[in-house]
Nanobody, 127 residues
Framework: QVQLVESGGGLVQAGGSLRLSCAAS????????MGWFRRAPGKEREFVAA?????????YDDSVVKDRFIIARNVAENTAYLQMNRLEPEDTAVYYC???????????????????WGRGTQVTVSS
């Protein structure tokens, strides 16, 4: 069982930065996947980024991230991060982290692939 708690959201002006955190309770194996998703008002949930807990190259949705976001993790603290730079009003959304217990090489951008979800943290970007 893994519980996830997001934090770090807030109100920021366009062009600003935020760092989101996702604190996990419960063990995440090195084969596990930690992902970030977001849901903007009136829109479907969309994939942002993911990484394997054991290390390796992360994945990004380039149409969302546009080289502005960085996903990282601190295994010792059981915490993942999403550094978001050059924020735009279109980034306004609730951001969720999610864990897939065992990565099997399938589509990590699908929300239904993940086993556990946090409750989300609101990010609002003003113009």
């Amino acid at each position: 069982q893994v519980q996830l708690v997001e934090s770090g959201g807030g109100l920021v002006q366009a062009g600003g930065s935020l760092r989101l955190s996702c604190a996990a309770s419960g063990r995440i194996s090195t084969n596990g996947i930690m992902g970030w998703f977001r849901r903007a008002p009136g829109k479907e949930r969309e994939f942002v980024a993911a990484l394997t807990w054991g290390g390796g190259d992360p994945w990004y949705d380039d149409s969302v991230v546009k080289d502005r976001f960085i996903i990282a993790r601190n295994v010792a603290e059981n915490t993942a991060y999403l550094q978001m730079n050059r924020l735009e009003p279109e980034d306004t959304a609730v951001y969720y982290c999610a864990v897939r217990v065992r990565y099997d090489g399938t589509n990590i951008a699908r929300g239904d692939y993940y086993d556990y979800w946090g409750r989300g943290t609101q990010v609002t970007v003003s113009s």
